[in-house]
């Protein structure tokens, strides 16, 4: 800790010595422990180890970024060097600052060295209990490791924040064949601070997986109609990827947000509660300060409907005149509502279960198309068949507002917890 510390002092001297008026240095160095399966067999234990530097200079109110992948004065320099010659080529710019002096603070969480025993462990126990559970499951490739990561972030008004967080992080896909059937593929993934739990009681790979062994067999829609969507807790995230790039700095900045003036407003039903909770218990894979040096802090973005809180930088503050946010984001934590899945379900007339959606960047104000895959039919309150790829289009913003139902039940991937949520209005085109 202490070369590393030295090292990231050494960063920010450097870019004051080459002329910066402010700066900021953070210094990340990682240590991974990685297993893998490939079709259905441990195939790869590895440990690798990174070193990250990245310096950041104004000067005259100019910005200028350089990283380097070692952290020896040699390379440290030129970076520095490198830094100020590409602010010197870049526009002022007034909204360019670094954070305010807050005391120095050392941040930990989880455990700094990994269990590799309980590593294998779970991994030949995934395999097995997929082969006797699921047998139709074909593993393509699943991923443990296990990564520590210290941070070190320094800047010329006084930040000194130091953190040290070690994570547990799977990654799993996986199709289903029966015979010569074959399902599309599917992936999932999820953290966690221990390996206590086996891999198919966590996240929802077990749900996927029961799902995929149906979907060896599937039902084209025929026709177009307009109706209700069950978004899986996999697929929420794309509803919201939209709305917090609406409420982030680019939009902001340029002016095209539907949401820039929509603080204290309604933008989603009533229903819909959203928290970014990067330091709270009920998240072991957050983060403890912002990439530009504040300490973050758990917030509300919407609250039962009603915007609460931009999530902009500090350069996007100073740019737009509004507040910074607490945080930059993810670590969504989102309400769980007062219906049971299995009633949501059943208050479908007709629409489709949402498990995987494949399409492109929704417009400015919302509009998307794409198709629904792994996904099943509901008619009159029954979840009928796994339907073939159908295309799915609508408006984010319009499928906000028009939520009708949040489920009791969420799914917890340790870096958001979410519910099944219903909307309505969502137009599903078959052959």
């Known amino acids: 800790m202490g070369d590393a510390k030295k090292a990231a002092e050494y960063g920010l001297d450097a870019l004051l010595k080459a002329g910066a008026d402010k700066a900021q240095c953070l210094l990340t160095m990682s240590q991974k422990h990685e297993m893998n399966v ?216 340029s002016g095209t947000s539907i949401y820039k003036d929509s603080l204290d407003r309604q933008v989603a039903s009533p229903l819909l509660t959203i928290h970014s909770k990067p330091v709270s218990e009920e998240i072991c894979d957050g983060y403890f300060f912002t990439s530009d040096g504040f300490e973050a802090q758990n917030s509300t973005i919407v609250d039962r409907g009603v915007l609460k809180s931009m999530l902009l930088s500090l350069y996007g503050s100073k740019k737009t005149g509004r507040p910074r946010a607490v945080n930059q984001g993810q670590a969504w934590v989102i309400e769980p509502g007062q219906t049971p899945l299995e009633d949501v379900v059943k208050s479908v007339e007709r629409g489709i279960l949402l498990t995987r959606f494949s399409g492109g960047r929704p417009s400015e104000n919302g509009d998307f198309s794409g198709v629904a895959k792994n996904s099943y039919l509901i008619e009159d309150g029954q979840i009928k068949y796994p339907i073939s790829e159908s295309m799915i289009s609508g408006n984010f913003a319009d499928m906000l507002m028009n939520i009708t139902a949040i489920s009791r039940e969420r799914a917890n991937f340790g870096f958001s917890v979410i519910p099944w949520i219903k909307a309505s209005g969502v137009t599903v085109s078959g052959k």
């Open 38 to 253: 490939d079709s259905g067999a441990l195939s790869l234990l590895r440990t690798t180890f990174d070193t990250q530097v990245n310096l950041t200079a104004i000067k005259d109110g100019r910005r200028g970024q350089s990283r380097v992948n070692k952290s020896d004065p040699e390379a440290i320099d030129g970076a520095a060097t490198e830094a100020l010659a590409i602010a010197a080529s870049s526009e002022p710019d007034e909204a360019n600052d670094i954070a305010e002096y807050q005391p120095p603070k050392e941040f930990s969480a989880g455990s700094e060295s990994p269990d590799l025993d309980k590593m294998h462990f779970r991994m030949k126990e995934l395999i097995a209990m997929t082969k006797e559970s699921y047998p139709k499951i074909s593993l393509w490739q699943a991923i443990l490791e296990f990564t520590l990561e210290r941070n070190y972030f320094l800047n010329s008004n006084g930040v000194e924040f130091v953190s040290t967080e070690g994570v547990y992080r799977y990654s799993i896909v996986f199709s289903a064949r029966d015979g010569d059937k074959v399902s599309s593929f599917n992936y999932s993934g999820f953290s966690a601070r221990d390996l206590d739990k086996p891999v198919l009681e966590c996240g929802t790979i077990a749900t996927l997986f029961g799902q995929l062994e149906e979907q060896v067999t599937t039902t084209p829609l025929s026709g177009k109609f307009v109706g209700d969507v069950i978004l899986t807790p996999d697929c929420v995230g794309d509803a919201l990827a939209f709305l917090m790039a609406s409420i982030s700095d680019s939009a902001l900045i």
